[in-house]
């Protein structure tokens, strides 16, 4: 397993970009750090949390997917921050050929007790895949 440094600091550019290069990496176990056990994701189409979550976006990671995201627009009240970022994710499709997704997700962080920020929602909506 690759070692990243997945702190999170106050700048939505830097959380981005810490996100995206976990997303990369191809380690499930790596992404899922970023988030809460809690955390509610639709990444992979379903509205999934727990295991049910960490187990299908590991799948999907393991598959080599690649993230391309820039922030649109953030808000941040005490210890919960909105981030607004358009994606494009490269994969490849059931029968094999390469797909482009592009999309706007919406993200919400919280600062834990330890002081570390850390995912609660994440919801990426694709858009038509690109042809």
């Known amino acids: 397993m690759s070692t990243l440094d997945l702190t999170l600091t106050d700048d939505p550019h830097q959380q981005n970009d810490v996100f995206t290069e976990a997303f990369n990496s191809g380690e499930g176990a790596i992404f899922d750090q970023l988030y809460r056990a809690d955390a509610i994701s639709n990444l992979t189409g379903q509205t999934l949390t727990g295991e049910a979550r960490t187990r299908a976006i590991t799948e999907f990671l393991a598959t080599g997917p690649k993230l391309t995201a820039t922030v649109q627009r ?7 921050m909105l981030l607004i970022v358009d994606f494009s994710v490269e994969t490849t499709g059931p029968d094999g050929t390469p797909e482009k997704l592009d999309g706007t ?3 919400v962080l919280v ?3 330890d002081g570390r920020w850390i995912m609660a929602i994440d919801r990426p909506v694709i858009k038509s895949p690109a042809a």
Do not use: I, L
Request: glycine share 16%; proline share 0%.
């Open 111 to 113: 600062r834990g007790a």
């Open 105 to 107: 997700c919406t993200d």
């Open 74 to 80: 953030t808000f941040r009240t005490g210890d919960t």
